[in-house]
């Protein structure tokens, strides 16, 4: 069964940091696009950053451009996305995705985990 499980959110003031993690199972990641997406309450949903499992590229929303990196571990199945400098507007919650095209478009994203909640708060 393909699943995605994201974990790693919580509560974290202004100016602190988190790691998402995005576990995969019941197939590989090779050759695919795996984006991390953010939804805040009354927004839509936006693409915040995804990676190439077949060659390492990366794309990032020019809002997190210096702040987050998204990374993977072929090994591990896994991607993760490391935030600094968090500020109260990144908060929503979290989701990874598995789609084919290196792109921050959520309709070109096939599967989608449950999601995992960042609050940025003091």
């Known amino acids: 069964q393909l699943q995605l499980v994201e974990s790693g959110g919580g509560l974290v003031q202004p100016g602190g940091s988190l790691r998402l993690s995005c576990a995969a199972s019941?197939?590989?990641?090779?050759?695919?696009?795996i984006g991390w997406f953010r939804q805040a309450p009354g927004k839509e949903r936006e693409g915040v950053s995804c990676?190439?499992?077949?060659?390492?590229?990366?794309v990032y929303a020019e809002s997190v451009i210096g702040r987050f990196t998204i990374s993977m571990d072929n090994a591990k199945n896994a991607v993760y996305l490391q935030m600094a400098s968090l500020k109260p507007e990144d908060a929503g919650n979290y989701y990874c995705?598995?789609?084919?095209?290196?792109?921050?478009?959520?309709?070109?994203?096939?599967?989608w985990g449950q999601g995992t909640q960042v609050t940025v708060s003091s």
């Open positions: 995705a598995v789609g084919e095209l290196l792109v921050l478009d959520d309709m070109e994203y096939e599967y």
């Open positions: 019941g197939f590989t990641l090779d050759a695919h696009a």
């Open positions: 990676i190439s499992s077949s060659d390492g590229s990366r």
